[in-house]
């Protein structure tokens, strides 16, 4: 099966303006999970869909949201991006009790 | 929330060196992963074990549930071992899709 994957791989922005990454998990897989890595925070869980609901939501605020459409791909968005959003987002897909497997990460640089 | 400990937090190894990473988690847990980080971000999946031994070639993990740690064990190191791994966990009663991080072991393995 083809792995988890995220799109695009970089990105560079300025402040103020949004973004939308993109991430198609494992064929089968239901449950797609969202994460923030930065140098001085680590990995921070951001929010988590299945069957296209929000089910889990992290401590970030309301500039980040996400949706799941029905084949399971997930999008986020970041809206009014600041300094501090630069990091590597990383996404995982899951199903049943196996783990999750991440994608290769989109790195946005904000400037 | 679950506090997830990783130590030690940088190990430098000769190649064909023995290493034993540990990793304390404040509660009980649902899943427990471990993950090897290259050096292009993409988090690479090693264990799934919410409790027991496992076992893949040259790594192998034992978690305790009951003492709430885990170990991952990586014999004859080799320079391709270099990377960070993180400790990764579930909590009892999540929603779904949320796992809390440790900050992660970086590792060295010298030629």
């Known amino acids: 099966k083809a792995g988890v994957t995220q799109t695009p791989r970089y990105l560079i922005k300025t402040r103020g303006q949004q973004v939308t990454l993109s991430c198609s998990p494992i064929?089968?897989?239901?449950?797609v999970s969202w994460y923030q890595q930065t140098p001085g925070q680590g990995l921070q869980f951001l929010f988590e869909?299945?069957?296209?609901?929000?089910?889990n939501k992290g401590n970030f605020p309301g500039r980040f949201s996400g949706r799941q459409f029905s084949n399971s791909r997930s999008e986020m968005n970041v809206s009014t991006l600041e300094l501090g959003d630069s990091a590597l987002y990383l996404c995982?897909?899951?199903?049943?009790?196996?783990?999750?497997?991440f994608g290769p990460g989109t790195r946005l640089t904000v400037l | 929330g679950i506090q997830v400990e990783q130590s030690p937090p940088d190990l430098i190894l000769q190649e064909g060196a023995n290493s034993t990473l540990r990793c304390n988690f404040s509660?009980?847990?649902?899943?427990l992963q471990w993950f090897h980080q290259n050096p292009w971000g993409q988090l690479i999946n090693l264990f799934y074990?919410?409790?027991g031994t496992k076992q893949n070639g040259r790594l192998s993990a034992t978690t305790v549930a009951t003492e709430r740690y885990s170990l991952l064990y990586i014999s004859s190191s080799q320079t391709t071992d270099s990377g960070v791994y993180f400790c990764?966990?579930?909590?009892?009663?999540?929603?779904?899709?949320?796992?809390?991080f440790g900050q992660g072991t970086e590792l060295s393995v010298k030629p």
């Open positions: 995982a897909s899951s199903f049943g009790q196996v783990g999750q497997y």
């Open positions: 064929s089968g897989h239901r449950s």
């Open positions: 869909y299945f069957s296209e609901t929000q089910r």
């Open positions: 509660d009980s847990v649902n899943n």
């Open positions: 074990i919410p409790s």
């Open positions: 990764a966990v579930e909590g009892l009663g999540n929603q779904g899709g949320k796992l809390i």
